[in-house]
């Protein structure tokens, strides 16, 4: 099984310094990179790219998530977000992508339900190159001892 050996180190003005770090053991991971059109120039609309989490044949997959990180080459609060379903409205949730973000262990529960799928949108007038670590379960074990 695959570790994600992962640390946060952060430094305040060189007074005071917080390390962390852990290593998350996972049956499998995958490490994503998509480049998110820049919003187009005669328009007010951002691009939407959609991005599965997992790859299609993984079974029962946004169950068995253990880690995710998301990372981008630019950030922006306002004009970089991301939503776990697609933004066709309005009443459709929202987060930034002001930052580079990781969720492991209780974290993952800020996801009302687990990602299978981000949308990212992109209202920046250049293109964005987003990435994207993740790290799963097993499969949960079948009940069926005959193999049938």
Known sequence: ?????????????????????????VEGFGKIEKELPARGEDSDEPTVTLIPVYPADVEDAPQRLEFLSISANRYSPDQLRYSLEAPESEDV?????????CFVGGALSLFDTPPGILYFSNNMEQPVTVQLLVGRSAAPESDDVDGD
């Open 1 to 25: 099984m695959p570790d994600i050996k992962w640390k946060l180190t952060v430094h305040v003005d060189g007074k005071s310094e917080l390390q962390v770090s852990q290593i998350q053991r």
């Open 93 to 101: 949730e929202t987060h930034p992508l002001d930052a580079p973000q």
